[in-house]
């Protein structure tokens, strides 16, 4: 099963010389604290499994990585830092695609709700988000408002969610740093359940998410570029 793990800034990050080398220390911080998570974070190299042809040579965290990385978004600043382990078609297959405008995983292995939810507290603990969701073919279809993100049964939003506010909830962690202020939201035990009583779960959730104003518009904020030095 493929699905992909989405997180989103509020703005398209800087490309400034010290903006860009934080962004990727921060990088490096989330792939460090996930590699003691689960070993499928390990053995990742500047790479990507649709367009292989940068080099699988550079290992990620490496000095030669940190350059090769800085000096492609100094040169464009809509380049994104392509990550991949080079497994194909496996179990064991991951990728990581950090872009100005979000962080995302592309994964192969059902990792369990514990390891998820640690996943996301460490990428809230370095980096700024709007919103974290999972992104599969049964999330997808799941459509209940055309002009909002899509709801999967583990998210993170930027806002602290009382427990009697969504009609589904197996557990709730709250964020509270410097850098993030909301909640993490798993609706039930089981979040890779495709069934009729999952959708009807979503649907719910989503309807109250909404009117909460927790989930973000698809459409980007007029001033979402104004960081970026064209």
């Known amino acids: 099963m493929e699905y992909n793990l989405h997180a989103l800034f509020y703005k398209a990050l800087s490309n400034s010389d ?7 220390k921060a990088l490096e911080s989330i792939v460090l604290e996930a590699q003691k998570l689960h070993p499928i974070f390990s053995n990742l190299y500047i790479n990507n499994a649709i367009n292989p042809s940068k080099p699988l040579g550079y290992s990620f965290p490496s000095q030669e990585a940190f350059k090769y990385l800085y000096n492609a978004r100094k040169k464009d600043p809509f380049d994104s830092a392509l990550l991949w382990n080079g497994k194909n078609d496996s179990a064991e297959y991951i990728s990581i695609t950090f872009s100005n ?14 390891i998820l939810k ?3 507290q460490i990428m809230l603990t370095h980096l700024n988000f709007k ?3 999972i992104y599969d073919d049964f999330f997808r279809d799941i459509v209940v408002f055309e002009h909002r993100h899509p709801v999967s ?3 993170y939003v930027p806002q602290i969610i009382s427990e009697n506010s969504i009609p589904h909830l197996y557990k709730k962690i709250d964020v509270l740093n410097d850098l993030n202020q909301g909640s993490i939201l798993i609706f039930d035990e089981n979040i890779f359940e ?3 009583r999952m959708k009807k779960i979503i649907e719910e959730n989503a309807i109250a998410l909404v009117a909460l104003n927790a989930i ?4 980007l904020d007029s001033d979402f570029f104004s960081e970026v030095d064209l």
């Open 101 to 114: 405008s979000g962080l995302s995983f592309g994964l192969e292995n059902q990792l369990n709700t514990e």
């Open 216 to 219: 973000p518009e698809t459409e």
């Open 194 to 196: 495709e069934s009729g």
């Open 18 to 24: 010290q903006e860009i080398q934080q962004q990727l």
């Open 118 to 120: 640690k996943l996301f």
């Open 153 to 155: 049964a583990i998210c």
């Open 131 to 133: 919103y974290i969701f």
